[in-house]
């Protein structure tokens, strides 16, 4: 796919690609007094209608941060218990997603999952593989930097004299994607947190107070609406947009 710092990608008005950190889980299961865990098992139900109605609305690719490279400092009890949502789900899931005809794919280092996590994430990538719709990516112990330096370093095993973006591209995790249109943060922080550093470069960010459980088709449609009245220039100037790109 083709850089946004090198070329203009097209603009349309339903991002291509949308990348979400899926953020208040916790905070969503304090205000209700039970426990965190089952803020992250309403995530999940949220997630699960977030990508059907990302498909109707056209949304090709679809990349969710579920677990960071950071979130192995959280307590051992909530990342066990996170480790075997993350199982449940591949196991109950994904044959959803097949029937609906989505491709599921999760990028990130996985050499610290367990064998039963790693088969299963294998597992749902085979069974989804031949689909044509909506791309589910899911980033589960990941890093933006830790994909830059993977994807450098994987480029220098191959040969690779000299890096540009043209020879690192393949080797980032997203290298077969178009860089994401619009980004959302739910839960009221306002920042990036090591997600998709590369690819995040001329996406439109969008910053909402709603915990992620919250976070309906209402939301989703808020953020899309906030998406379509940006002025998209890539480093040109508003003169330069075509007509119905420029912001009345």
Not at 212 to 221: G, H, N, T, V
């Amino acid at each position: 796919m083709t850089s946004s710092t090198q070329t203009i990608p097209k603009h349309n008005e339903v991002p291509r690609h949308l990348a979400v950190i899926m953020d208040g889980n916790g905070r969503w299961a304090k205000k209700r007094m039970m426990p965190r865990v089952f803020g992250h098992k309403k995530g999940l139900e949220t997630l699960e209608r977030l990508t059907i109605a990302c498909a109707r609305m056209g949304v090709e690719y679809l990349t969710v941060f579920a677990f960071s490279t950071e979130n192995w400092r959280r307590p051992a009890d909530e990342v066990g218990f996170l480790m075997n949502l993350f199982l449940q789900s591949l196991q109950r899931h994904v044959q959803r997603l097949h029937e609906n005809g989505l491709r599921l794919k999760v990028i990130g280092e996985r050499t610290r999952f367990s064998p039963p996590i790693i088969n299963g994430i294998e597992a749902a990538e085979r069974l989804t593989a031949a689909n044509t719709g909506l791309t589910l990516t899911i980033a589960a112990d990941y890093g933006g930097r830790w994909d830059i330096l993977q994807a450098a370093n994987q480029a220098l095993s191959q040969g690779a004299s000299r890096l540009d973006e043209e020879t690192l591209r393949p080797y980032l995790s997203l290298g077969d994607a178009p860089e994401p249109d619009l980004f959302i943060r739910t839960g009221g922080e306002t920042r990036i947190s090591n997600f998709l550093l590369w690819q995040l470069a001329y996406t439109e960010l969008y910053f909402t107070d709603t915990l992620w459980p919250d976070f309906d088709d209402k939301a989703l449609a808020l953020a899309v609406q906030s998406y379509r009245q940006r002025e998209r220039r890539f480093g040109r100037t508003t003169e330069q947009l075509p007509t119905a790109q420029q912001r009345d």
